[in-house]
T-cell receptor, first 120, second 108 residues
Framework: GAVVSQHPSWVICKSGTSVKIECRSL??????MFWYRQFPKQSLMLMAT?????????EQGVEKDKFLINHASLTLSTLTVTSAHPEDSSFYIC????????????????FGPGTRLTVL | GIQVEQSPPDLILQEGANSTLRCNFS?????LQWFHQNPWGQLINLFY???GTKQNGRLSATTVATERYSLLYISSSQTTDSGVYFC??????????FGPGTSLSVIP
């Protein structure tokens, strides 16, 4: 149980194009999903918190108009990198909080396998 | 904001050796998790441990919340243990902050 998928697993695109990454919780409902970015040999940095049915909350320094987040259902959040540039190349990871775990003491986040974006 | 530190940053072990990884955090936290990131980038949840001690096979973890640190013990290390180990803390603002990680290489 508690599986999170991401699609695509990797993508290569030209500079100036937009790329959409999907994050799905496969066997649980998630009112909250998180998007992280990880540059090579660095830690995960939280970009934004995605709440189902409401606007995402972005971390300081993250451009909300460049990284569009939509959380339309309890099992799907999408991140769209608009007008991507080479400096946006990174490993993007989502996580989902199990709604059921909020009612227990665990409140665990489950992470997707990540999407590697390369912008040429 | 809360600061999370991990030590050592890099560690090389001979297969079969034991090791201890440390995570320090600067403020009280609501929970703490240890993750292993494999060479393909997948994060694997090892422990959810806001306090106390847990064990799972060759791995165990201890969090002393009052002193703001957590330890991850790896015993009888194997080459498959290689990768990066992260601790991540959840703050009162409901955010999860990752530490910088410990890169572990286990050599045969």
């Amino acid at each position: 149980g508690a599986v999170v998928s991401q699609h695509p697993s990797w993508v290569i695109c030209k500079s100036g194009t937009s790329v959409k990454i999907e994050c799905r919780s496969l066997d649980f409902q998630a009112t909250t999903m998180f998007w992280y970015r990880q540059f090579p040999k660095q830690s995960l940095m939280l970009m934004a918190t995605s709440n189902e049915g409401s606007k995402a909350t972005y971390e300081q320094g993250v451009e909300k108009d460049k990284f569009l987040i939509n959380h339309a259902s309890l099992t799907l959040s999408t991140l769209t990198v608009t007008s991507a540039h080479p400096e946006d190349s990174s490993f993007y990871i989502c996580s989902a909080r199990d709604l059921l775990s909020l009612k227990t003491s665990t409140d665990t986040q489950y992470f997707g396998p990540g999407t590697r974006l390369t912008v040429l | 904001g809360i600061q999370v530190e991990q030590s050592p940053p890099d560690l090389i072990l001979q297969e079969g050796a034991n090791s201890t990884l440390r995570c320090n955090f600067s403020d009280s936290v609501n929970n703490l998790q240890w993750f292993h990131q494999n060479p393909w980038g997948q994060l694997i949840n090892l422990f959810y441990i806001p306090s106390g001690t847990k064990q799972n096979g060759r791995l165990s973890a201890t969090t002393v919340a009052t002193e703001r640190y957590s330890l991850l013990y790896i015993s009888s290390s194997q080459t498959t243990d290689s990768g990066v180990y992260f601790c991540a803390v959840k703050t009162s603002y409901d955010k999860v902050i990752f530490g910088p990680g410990t890169s572990l290489s286990v050599i045969p």
